[in-house]
């Protein structure tokens, strides 16, 4: 049965007979509830999964908060569920920031936070991850000084339990990479990506079988975010590579992954980014038709995914906005022009639907445009191209 459920991609099959298998593991629990309790945990927190996972992010959600809600009291004294909760949290935590929910998901991530202090023996790890995530939404909302306060506070606490927790603690520094580049320090943000990257990969050399499907996703991630920390540092000829290698991983998840649809939906996202960053170096080097190649196929990726996941809405812009300037470095300056409109009016769009997100998308154009990579690319094309529609959206322009 359980078979059916994971790898059914058809919702009319997969969803009653998750809730089946939950009620049929009730009913065993209060027979045997040391066996039988853990399975119905595990269970219970999966279909919130699936019910994301086929596009029902809001019913995810409400499903989350309810068990959530039935476990909250269990999980400050028992620390077995506590840990178990803490996850559930982090997951919930995650769909309330795709919806674009970005103040629900930092309640969130509190709660996960102080229910970890309460079972340091398991916990205190968790609840460093729960503030690192918390640390990247304050990021996202243009609070980049506080947000690597945090970071460093939790990055430092973690530290001390290595080399325990190491690919906990690599997490930790991977994110923390990312929001020392927001604050314009991009040595320290280099050395921070290449030192959690080489943790991750020694963690992988050192036994392969290690890398189970859930870690899978972060290779290409490390890969990524040292390439692009590197191309602000050292130009993007030695970054080339590294971007390269983020595609190839981010490829080759997607297709290990194809079998089961939702960690196939949640590879989707780490193979837009690693496009788009490939594709931006791409376009940093003058590779400008593999850019296109990359910057287009990670357009389509955003495009289908957010009407459901709207913080998406963020890498879809950022991934239009270093299409447009492709486009015109080809001498085709109308999709260019259109490029941009489309960025522009989804900018527009936003301010009164969707303020968060409008904000989100802002800040996140701005941290672009900042770094030393887009810099001094700009510098080069505003000589070169001389394209009004360009101009218009090119340093100091304040997009509104
Ligand atoms: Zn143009």
Sequence with gaps: MSVLVDYSDDPSVAIPLSSEMIERLRRLAQSYPKTVGTALLDRSMYHGQLLSKFGRLKDAVDWLEGLGAKYHGLASTDAEIGQWYIELLLDLAHMLKDQGAMEKARVVLRRATETGSMHPNIGLVLS???????????????DSSPALNLSTDCLSLALQFYPLHDINIALLQHQHSQLVAVNEIYEEALSNAKDSATIMLNYITDDPAKLDRYRYHWLSEFWRVWASCLSDTNGPAPALILAGQGAKEANRVKAALRKNLYLCKISESYLGLALWTLGSIQLFSRNTDDAQKSLEEAKELWKARVEVRRFDLRNFALTLWALGFTYCLLGRHDDGASVHQELKKMINGLIYAEPTMHRVVKV???????????????????????CKHLMDVVPNAKIE
């Design 128 to 142: 460093c991850v729960a503030k690192s995530h918390e640390a990247d939404i304050v990021a996202c909302l243009g």
């Design 364 to 386: 996140a154009l701005d941290q672009e445009r900042r770094r030393p990579s887009w810099a001094l690319f700009l510098e080069k094309v505003r000589e070169e191209l001389q």
